[in-house]
């Protein structure tokens, strides 16, 4: 089935340092490629997405490329804030049964900023 | 506002005891799943709905779980004889259709079983 292999953490940064999360997947078929992230005391956010081979998803200086050849969906940043202190989850979606496109998750990257 | 919503936001039980939860999808949108986030099992799907169709219940860990959802609209998920390891953010998501759209989730419920 498929399966998202996500970078454990807990990762702690500086501010301004350099982010990167690895994400890789396992799917048949292509599938869509998601970050979503979860703040303190919040529900989930889409953060960034890519319905295709080499499409790079952006948001809020995040930036994330589909890279087919290495099943991977790796997210950075360049310069992080204590704002972006949060949860990370890589996840899929697939056409399955009745059109079900149910996601996929890693299991989540908690991330803390220290200024 | 124009969210999905979720109530209660969180919910304590007995063990054994029934438990609904609901969630009110964005208007419009056609599509919604349930997600359960534990701490042991991380996020997983546990139930489909698209428009009038047959759910796709392939997620539900068990029988002592099911879901409706009314009109098109309103679901709401059922645990029945709740056990200890049910305990969970339950997240209800929806979408406008269903080919490569965002899945826009509510702020979930937290389910306690004692």
């Known amino acids: 089935g498929d399966s998202v292999t996500q970078m454990e953490g807990p990762v702690t940064l500086s501010e301004e340092a350099f982010l990167t999360i690895n994400c890789t997947y396992t799917a048949t078929g292509y599938p869509s490629l998601f970050w979503y992230v979860q703040y303190p005391g919040e529900g989930l956010q889409l953060l960034l997405k890519?319905?295709?081979?080499?499409d790079k998803g952006s948001n809020k200086g995040f930036e994330a490329t589909y890279r087919k050849e290495t099943t991977s969906f790796h997210l950075e940043k360049g310069s992080v804030q204590v704002s972006d202190s949060a949860v990370y989850f890589c996840a899929l979606s697939a056409a399955g049964i009745f059109g079900n496109e149910k996601l996929t998750f890693g299991t989540g990257t908690r991330l803390t900023i220290i200024p | 506002g124009a969210g999905v919503s979720q109530s209660p936001s969180n919910k304590v039980t007995e063990k054994g005891k029934d438990v609904e939860l609901r969630c009110d999808p964005i208007s419009g949108h056609t599509a919604l799943y349930w997600y359960r986030q534990s701490l042991g099992q991380g996020l997983e799907f546990l139930i489909y709905?698209?428009?009038?169709?047959?759910?796709?219940k392939s997620g539900l860990p068990s029988d002592r779980f099911s879901a409706e959802r009314t009109g098109g609209s309103v679901s709401t998920l059922t645990i029945q004889r709740t056990q200890q390891e049910d305990s969970a953010v339950y997240l209800c998501?929806?979408?406008?259709?269903?080919?490569?759209?965002?899945?826009?989730f509510g702020p979930g419920t937290r389910l306690l079983v004692l």
């Open positions: 709905f698209q428009g009038n169709s047959a759910p796709d």
């Open positions: 998501a929806s979408i406008k259709r269903r080919t490569q759209e965002t899945q826009y």
């Open positions: 890519a319905t295709k081979a080499d």
